[in-house]
């Protein structure tokens, strides 16, 4: 079946509020506009006012409601617009989301799932282009996911809303329109393993969300020169899957981390980290990465590509890793 | 502010008194063991706002949940987690009722649903909103309490959660523990208007200003706004007038407040006052204080023994409690550095 | 609301008149500009709420601040800032009033004190608090006026910014532009008290609701709450009833509202009303409008032109407008990926 | 002149106040309580409450009026009691504070300085032992220092006074306490480059903050069998002083980062990854960290201990590294 980002992420909450009456879905604007993505269009209508519920604009408080109402037996989904906006509930998500479980000893746990919208290249500037997956990355007791593809943006969200712990779903804002072919039986993915998107031997590419994209369009790049680039997606951004990583870093000895953050700090910086705690010898030359530029995102799209990854950074990046300044 | 109901039974009586009572010299002790340091960490004492747990936790239902602050001994103790697992809970014992995991700020129960514990301040308020949005949802005859201290009040959560309860109209009752300090701050400096039950009011939330020093009062009150969530499925919200004896916590100098206001709040204590009233209506002896007197010290004196002997988790399931799956631990806990005190 | 006060000076009709369809003449060019593709990201149209900031602004003195949000396009204009430079920051040019970095919701300027163009709904609250806290410090006579939607009132952060305001009594004039939607949710459905200037009451704030589609109204209701704020320091709340007439965005498929509701409140049109009213009292002749939508119609194509004629930053600049001084950058620019667009 | 840290903070804000009247002091409990750990005692009787500033709690509220009162021509000292409750500002501070200039193409600048006590150590459990340095220092506009000596914490505070730019000082609350012996003249020091704070040859131990002392005592225990490592203190943790930490590298060809966070997405991890890219071929063995386990903070002491980094645990990864299983 053809079809959008956008129509996979809500045929799987179509799927789960069909499914399971405990789920329901909260955010502004969810309802009656539709969705400031319009990925929640028509689900009003479909399950009524109390299961699509609009909420006033008070992060704080409808994320906490979605954290108690996880804990009192139901199992929301609650949407946080864009992650430009989680900062204002970022207290509940932190000190009560991720700390319940653990504070009461194994007692309490909040199944709770947050969606997101994040990145940039769309013009909205400073405040609206926010990355910060690597800030809930950083937190014990959430599991963060990243859908890059149309299956795992059709196929995450159960595995999510199955999962006894808080689980936050970023979603690139530059997915939504994508079009893509998935096959009818796709309702579960995998959410704990990265994936091998293009398989490689001279050069790992790692990356997630909406710069797959860009990963797999340099890869075929770097291919006409002949260079093999293994593409991997992470998938999961918190816990990380060492092994996925590992396996294809040892086999190409080389590595280039895509992360939509900014430089300082980014998911980027930790992967790197980790293969170099882990895979020292097996590596043939310098870690480096491909992130966003340290400066709040510029209006004029002229600066704000400049300011972020594009696939010929990634090729270039690549080339100069493996000797070859073409 | 309400009228104070003037009589009151004896059994009734000598159980607020009792309550009451176990509260207060169960956080004498606490205040005790954190000389000694078998209690660490911070440890807010709520000696003089007994009458507050006494009089409203009584009056919810098994199913009902409760959500508090970092000041919550005397609710959790209210809402039957026995003495035992709280005392063994700020020694950081695994008998604790939070596994030894959360101290004194976080005491948790999942059978009486008290859901903590938070010691963030207002950050309990959008739980208790979730929670009684669940109950609703799943038609549930359930009603959530939510304490908070009137320093809450300033903060952005407080007003997004009111409203919030207002407009999807929520089975919460929210207690707000009026002590008139929050830390060193007192309330007229905190908020330009004072009267906190009004704000309460600008959301349509009913609302009522009670004498939290007086436990027949808040039990009035508490049953009301009680009926009115269970009957009209609305929130409620009750003001607590109230004072704390003690310091903020076991680090605070006091430096803010006259001691001659302390002293005149304790005129009010809420057990001494209670106390004089029943002797004398003649409901009470003196040997009925006397044997409540024995009743508290004797569950203390075995909650210290249980929470002494407990055990400390071993440091090998440092990483528990993270997720609910162990396998999903993100990294191994650190080689074991410290062996447990001893 | 007050009364409506009937007459009008020829003078001051003309200009009203012309304030307010500068806006509507600019911002329609810029809807058309955004078919274009000449202007980009996020474009929220102030179509229909003119009365509001051309009846507030001009009030103001030469020192005053400004904060407004993300649909500030028309305040941008009242306050000075001259069309050229605020569509030349549509563009994204370099000369325009935020060197082009900032866009459609990030106008500001020095000169005239306009702090942005804030984005986060509630975000300029807390700054506008702050700027005042400055001017009482330094005991400057200066007002800060804040415009921020109803959506906004939900927030935590007005709440405490209000009780800020109010406690420290400092010089700002809140004004809370209701068009009865945030986004494509309706008032009714984010507050569970929909009277929104009864909120400020509850902090003590001076407060007013006003006819926000009538000029008059809202210029009278300025000028008597900035003299109060002047002469009393203390802060001063004008609830504006207004309406939006366009989509909330360029994105915006207006599925929440009937075709109908928006049609009657066209009929309030601030625009023709009072131009209706200047010429039924013979105040203004067809002539007079004609030369007005002729100056407007000017500006407009000379702020194109000149937008067009503009610069954009060499992508050498990137890292500039980071830090102040421009080695603390932290890591030099990418290499220049893009070119700029034609 | 001997000193506690907290007499050394406090003593530069009186400095402060006493020379420029645009400066004031704001926050929770800084006036009458004398402050949550007392380093402002005193002020408010010398001050007066015009200019040491008790705030009702509302974290977002005050830290953005701090932000207003300095682009109004203040120069605000805004305390936020502990990083914990930043969680409830951060919009203020990643939206405003460090976009304004940005965002205005700099006519405007946020003169603001914001100081936070931050770490673990004192049985607090979950929610009030957060180390979220590694947040800040990921955000472009911001500039982020830790003073880990009596004279930074005595000489840091004027120079971020004087910075246009919003600066945020983190304090560790296990220093206050300490003493130490202050010559009479410090009252400047450095915010833009790291420290070696002891030198040697064998491996690089880099930290900043409360970790200091314990890297410092790790160093000592490791000189008893011969191993001498060199001993960096960041001071600004952004932007990172790469010059110092990589001369360090080179010389020494080993490193270990020693950071409070939590290990994933540590500020541990960045300095790692700035390693890897830029002195990967100086390295003799692989990078390694000492961070905080993957857990909130449990209230127990030996739980609590077990989860922070421990001299004892630096000791043995810098002897893991040098390949010496001892
Ligand atoms: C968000 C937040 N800010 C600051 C603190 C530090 N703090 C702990 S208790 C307290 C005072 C709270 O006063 P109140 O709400 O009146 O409750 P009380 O302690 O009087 O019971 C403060 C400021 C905190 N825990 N959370
Ligand atoms: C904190 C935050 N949450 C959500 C948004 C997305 N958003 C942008 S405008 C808007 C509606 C605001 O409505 P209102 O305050 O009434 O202003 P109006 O657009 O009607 O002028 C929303 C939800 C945002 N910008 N900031
Ligand atoms: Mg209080
Ligand atoms: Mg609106």
């Known amino acids: 079946m053809n079809m959008t980002y956008r129509e996979a992420m809500r045929a799987a909450m179509r799927e789960a509020l069909q499914q399971d009456e405990r789920v329901f879905l909260m955010g502004e604007d969810v309802g009656r506009y539709g969705g400031c993505y319009a990925v929640s269009k028509g689900l009003l209508d479909e399950f009524g006012e109390e299961r699509i519920r609009d909420t006033p604009l008070s992060e704080s408080a409808f994320v906490g409601a979605g954290i108690g109402a996880a804990l009192g037996g139901m199992r929301p989904i609650v949407e946080v617009m864009t992650v430009n906006f989680s900062l204002l509930c970022l207290d509940q998500i932190v000190n009560t989301a991720a700390t319940l479980r653990h504070m009461s000893g194994g007692q309490f746990s909040v199944p709770v799932v947050l969606r997101m919208t994040t990145g940039a290249g769309r013009q909205l500037a400073a405040q609206h282009s926010h990355s910060l997956e690597c800030w809930y990355a950083h937190v014990p007791g959430l599991r963060v996911i990243a859908p890059a593809t149309l299956e795992d943006m059709r196929g995450m969200l159960r595995v999510a809303l199955e999962d006894p712990d808080p689980v936050i779903i970023f979603e690139h804002n530059a997915l939504y329109n994508r079009e893509g072919e998935l096959p009818d039986d796709v309702s579960v993915t995998e959410i704990r393993r990265a994936a091998v998107r293009r398989t490689g031997n001279h050069i790992s590419l790692i990356c997630y969300g909406g710069n797959l994209v860009k990963a797999l369009e340099a890869a075929d790049e770097l291919a006409k020169s002949g260079i093999e680039a293994e593409v991997i997606d992470l998938r999961s951004l918190r816990p990380l899957d060492d092994a996925t990583i590992l396996t294809s870093v040892r086999k190409t000895r080389r590595a280039i981390m895509i992360d939509e953050g900014w430089h300082s700090g980014s998911l980027a910086a930790e992967i790197g980290m980790r293969i170099s705690e882990q895979a020292f010898y097996d590596l043939d030359a310098p870690l480096a990465r491909v992130c966003t530029a340290e400066v709040p995102i510029p209006y004029p799209s002229h600066l704000e590509q400049a300011a972020l990854p594009q696939v010929a950074t990634i090729v270039s990046k690549a080339r100069e890793v493996l000797g070859q300044h073409v | ?342």
Chains 1, 4 share one sequence.
């Open chain 2, 1 to 342: 502010m309400n009228d104070k109901p003037s009589q009151v039974s004896r059994e009734q009586g000598l159980q607020w008194l009792l309550d009451m009572l176990r509260i207060r010299r169960m956080e004498e002790k606490c205040a005790e063991l954190y000389g000694e340091e078998k209690i660490r960490g911070f440890l807010h004492l709520y000696i003089g706002e007994e009458a507050v747990a006494a009089g409203v936790i009584p009056e919810l239902e098994a199913e009902d949940a409760v959500v508090a602050t970092y000041r919550e001994h005397g609710h959790a103790l209210m809402r039957g987690i026995s003495m035992n697992a709280i005392l063994a809970e700020m020694y950081g014992k695994q008998e604790g009722c939070s596994g030894g995991r959360g101290g004194s700020m976080h005491l948790f129960d999942a059978n009486t649903r008290f859901c903590g514990g938070n010691a963030i301040v207002s950050g309990g308020l959008p739980l208790a909103i979730g929670l009684a949005l669940a109950d609703k949802m799943q038609k549930q005859p359930r009603v959530t309490v939510c304490f908070f201290g009137e320093g809450a009040v300033a903060e952005g959560e407080f007003h997004e959660s009111l409203n919030l309860a207002a407009l999807w109209q929520l089975p919460v009752l929210f207690v707000c523990e009026n002590n008139l300090y929050a830390m060193g701050t007192a309330l007229a400096r905190s908020e330009s208007v004072t009267d906190i039950h009004r704000k309460a009011e600008s959301y349509g939330i009913h609302s009522t200003a009670v004498d939290g020093m007086d436990v027949m009062s808040v039990n009035t009150a508490a049953r009301l706004a009680l009926k009115k969530i269970r009957t009209e499925q609305v929130p409620a919200f009750l003001e607590m007038r109230t004072y704390r004896f003690r310091a903020h916590s076991m680090f605070d100098p006091e430096l803010y407040r006259e001691k001659t206001e302390v002293e005149q709040w304790k005129q009010l204590c809420p057990i001494t006052t209670l106390r004089a009233r029943l002797k004398a209506q003649q409901v009470i002896t003196d040997e009925d204080i006397a044997a409540i007197e024995q009743t508290a010290a004797a569950e203390i004196q075995a909650a210290v023994a249980f929470a002494e002997a407990g055990h400390w988790e071993p440091v090998e399931d440092l990483m528990k409690y993270v997720y609910t799956e162990s396998e999903n631990s993100v990294i191994p806990a650190q080689a074991g550095i410290q062996t447990p005190p001893p």
